[in-house]
T-cell receptor
Framework: DSGVTQTPKHLITATGQRVTLRCSPR?????VYWYQQSLDQGLQFLIQ???????AKGNILERFSAQQFPDLHSELNLSSLELGDSALYFC?????????????FGPGTRLTVT | KNQVEQSPQSLIILEGKNCTLQ??????????LRWYKQDTGRGPVSLTI?????NTKSNGRYTATLDADTKQSSLHITASQLSDSASYIC??????????FGAGTRLTVKP
């Protein structure tokens, strides 16, 4: 158990809908990362937050947005969902978010868009 | 172009055998390289992290090497076990906070 929690575990929704994925980092970690992993695809970095502020942006679509709240939990919002958005979404946390800081991954949220 | 390429794409070995996975990268400027193990449907778990000055680092039966000159890394697994069946992902950090993920090597260990 990494100490990172994600909810929900599974989510099934229809095209065009909007969903929110939630992540609680390990106690004491200030940085949160979001990743997308499609079936048989590698991990794609989406976005990183550090202590409430956006720190780095990867391949995040404009239909997706995220935020980190004062209590350090984070939410990833996915809107106008398409079939291709079906994937595992992982959240990871690290202490400082620096280059060498280890990331601890949560169990993921499996999103299915029908 | 900043790339991370892993080989082989998949590998099947018998329990008890050794194997070596490769990771070649072109990203610059290099910060560090990390190997992750990802069981199916679960989040990746870090095995090793290597910085520019490190050539070899071990974590139990896992040994990672790094040649910063040729921009190559390898992950060697000795005396494989059934529980080693997983995807192994190479991740390179560069520009201090940018990162690139390899597509991973899918390892299957058979009894």
């Amino acid at each position: 158990d990494s100490g990172v929690t994600q909810t929900p575990k599974h989510l099934i929704t229809a095209t065009g809908q909007r969903v929110t994925l939630r992540c609680s980092p390990r106690s004491g970690d200030l940085s949160v990362y979001w990743y997308q992993q499609s079936l048989d695809q590698g991990l794609q970095f989406l976005i990183q937050y550090y202590n409430g502020e956006e720190r780095a942006k990867g391949n995040i679509l404009e239909r997706f947005s995220a935020q980190q709240f004062p209590d350090l939990h984070s939410e990833l919002n996915l809107s106008s969902l398409e079939l291709g958005d079906s994937a595992l979404y992982f959240c990871a946390s690290s202490g400082t978010g620096g280059a060498s800081s280890e990331q601890y991954f949560g169990p993921g949220t499996r999103l299915t868009v029908t | 172009k900043n790339q991370v390429e892993q080989s082989p794409q998949s590998l099947i070995i018998l329990e008890g055998k050794n194997c070596t996975l490769q990771c070649n990268y072109t990203v610059s400027p290099f910060s560090n390289l990390r190997w992750y193990k990802q069981d199916t449907g679960r989040g990746p778990v870090s095995l090793t992290i290597m910085t520019f000055s490190e050539n070899t680092k071990s974590n139990g039966r896992y040994t990672a090497t790094l040649d910063a000159d040729t921009k190559q890394s390898s992950l060697h697994i000795t005396a494989s076990q059934l529980s080693d069946s997983a995807s192994y992902i190479c991740v390179v950090k560069y520009n201090n906070n940018d990162m690139r993920f390899g597509a991973g090597t899918r390892l299957t260990v058979k009894p």
